[in-house]
């Protein structure tokens, strides 16, 4: 398993919690800015007007520069070290303290070369959290569905799509550099992470996996840290079958699509679970309006209440939602005048405290 972490301002000090979201810092002062050569090659902000680049030899170039945040996900940054040599970046944030880059290269103020990759953000400290609560531990430089996401202070999952292996967990920052996990999944199962920071959210790891009380193998690499997303999960189905979605995160309706058949002027009920999985939150719902061919009705389930209006509308507040817990939506269908129709309605769930956190369940309607 390999992981690298890309976070925002964080002090060694008070190992405060960081921020992980997707979008450019108010400066660079005290930052560093990675360009895929790796952590030995690097431009670093001194003061709010100048800075040095370090190369992979170790060598120092002085330089001023410009920053400015161009819209909620992009910045420009203009480095110059000499007259008419200066190098134009443009940054576009796409995850917590990284993003893809374009670089224009200056000499005698003539254009010379143009590049494009990745880049990563650091507040120059290598600290680990403070806790781990709302975080998830991934692969780096071949990110895989599998990952540890830790949803509580004390409980988590391995997590791949549709299958998912809760555990508990402690963890402890031994030291400006170094954190521990104990991930236990039974008694006799657990794994032991060592991690090493090299910024506030990437380092190298070690994983010793045990089962049945003895070591069972060992790995190593580099990992990344990243806000976890995955904690408002919508399950969906048929009032009569077994619900599905469980453990499936997308906006598509891939592997949480219920199907239904209505005939004539008849009934069709289906339920739908709005879960949270992560620590205690504030959620809310949306859904699908009718349609040409199907009337749909929406009620919370204790108490039962009439909520099409609103959830069809500007959304409804399901209110406070403790970990492990979910609210009920029942959906109600009925084919509006005779002949043949189809229409595909959806029901999403969104977190209040975790930005970009969301799921959505569909139902496809077929009447004949």
Same mark, same amino acid.
Do not use: C
């Given at each position: 398993? #390999?992981?690298?972490?890309?976070?925002?301002?964080?002090?060694?000090?008070?190992?405060?919690?960081?921020?992980?979201?997707?979008?450019?810092?108010?400066?660079?002062?005290?930052?560093?800015?990675?360009?895929?050569?790796?952590?030995?090659?690097?431009?670093?902000?001194?003061?709010?007007?100048?800075?040095?680049?370090?190369?992979?030899?170790?060598?120092?170039?002085?330089?001023?520069?410009?920053?400015?945040?161009?819209?909620?996900?992009?910045?420009?940054?203009?480095?110059?070290?000499?007259?008419?040599?200066?190098?134009?970046? *443009?940054?576009?944030?796409?995850?917590?303290?990284?993003?893809?880059?374009?670089?224009?290269?200056?000499?005698?103020?003539?254009?010379?070369?143009?590049?494009?990759?990745?880049?990563?953000?650091?507040?120059?400290?290598?600290?680990?959290?403070?806790?781990?609560?709302?975080?998830?531990?991934?692969?780096?430089?071949?990110?895989?569905?599998?990952?540890?996401?830790?949803?509580?202070?004390?409980?988590?999952?391995?997590?791949?799509?549709?299958?998912?292996?809760?555990?508990?967990?402690?963890?402890?920052?031994?030291?400006?550099?170094?954190?521990?996990?104990?991930?236990?999944?039974?008694?006799?199962?657990?794994?032991?992470?060592?991690?090493?920071?090299?910024?506030?959210?990437?380092?190298?790891?070690?994983?010793?996996?045990?089962?049945?009380?003895?070591?069972?193998?060992?790995?190593?690499?580099?990992?990344?840290?990243?806000?976890?997303?995955?904690?408002?999960?919508?399950?969906?189905?048929?009032?009569?079958?077994?619900?599905?979605? *469980?453990?499936?995160?997308?906006?598509?309706?891939?592997?949480?699509?219920?199907?239904?058949?209505?005939?004539?002027?008849?009934?069709? #009920?289906?339920?739908?679970?709005?879960?949270?999985?992560?620590?205690?939150?504030?959620?809310?719902?949306?859904?699908?309006?009718?349609?040409?061919?199907?009337?749909?009705?929406?009620?919370?389930? #204790?108490?039962?209440?009439?909520?099409?209006?609103?959830?069809?509308?500007?959304?409804?507040?399901?209110?406070?939602?403790?970990?492990?817990?979910?609210?009920?939506?029942?959906?109600?269908?009925? #084919?509006?005048?005779?002949?043949?129709?189809?229409?595909?309605?959806?029901?999403?769930?969104?977190?209040?405290?975790?930005?970009?956190?969301?799921?959505?369940?569909?139902?496809?309607?077929?009447?004949?």
């Amino acid at each position: 398993m #390999k992981i690298i972490l890309q976070l925002l301002s964080i002090s060694i000090a008070s190992l405060v919690p960081f921020s992980l979201q997707a979008a450019p810092p108010s400066d660079l002062l005290g930052k560093y800015l990675y360009f895929e050569e790796g952590p030995e090659d690097y431009l670093t902000f001194n003061s709010i007007s100048a800075g040095s680049k370090q190369d992979v030899t170790g060598g120092l170039d002085a330089f001023t520069y410009t920053f400015l945040a161009t819209g909620p996900t992009t910045a420009t940054v203009v480095v110059t070290y000499d007259v008419g040599e200066y190098d134009e970046w *443009d940054l576009t944030w796409d995850g917590a303290g990284t993003g893809t880059f374009t670089r224009d290269e200056y000499k005698d103020s003539a254009l010379e070369d143009t590049d494009t990759g990745r880049f990563s953000e650091s507040g120059g400290n290598t600290a680990p959290p403070a806790d781990f609560n709302g975080i998830r531990l991934e692969e780096a430089v071949q990110l895989e569905d599998e990952r540890f996401e830790f949803l509580t202070e004390t409980e988590g999952r391995e997590f791949e799509p549709g299958d998912v292996d809760p555990f508990t967990y402690v963890y402890n920052a031994v030291d400006a550099t170094t954190a521990t996990i104990v991930a236990t999944f039974k008694p006799d199962r657990w794994d032991d992470l060592t991690l090493t920071f090299e910024t506030e959210t990437t380092g190298t790891y070690v994983l010793d996996r045990h089962d049945d009380n003895l070591l069972k193998d060992q790995k190593r690499g580099d990992f990344r840290l990243d806000l976890n997303q995955q904690v408002i999960d919508v399950v969906i189905g048929d009032d009569t079958g077994p619900l599905i979605g *469980d453990d499936f995160f997308n906006q598509t309706g891939r592997n949480q699509t219920e199907t239904v058949l209505l005939t004539g002027n008849g009934l069709v #009920k289906i339920r739908s679970e709005i879960e949270n999985d992560g620590a205690d939150d504030s959620v809310n719902t949306r859904a699908s309006r009718s349609s040409g061919k199907f009337d749909i009705k929406y009620y919370t389930s #204790k108490p039962r209440r009439n909520v099409t209006a609103k959830i069809s509308g500007s959304g409804l507040s399901l209110g406070d939602v403790g970990h492990d817990e979910m609210e009920v939506i029942d959906i109600e269908v009925r #084919k509006k005048g005779k002949g043949r129709g189809r229409s595909i309605g959806w029901i999403e769930g969104r977190s209040s405290e975790v930005a970009g956190a969301k799921d959505k369940g569909r139902f496809n309607l077929i009447g004949k």
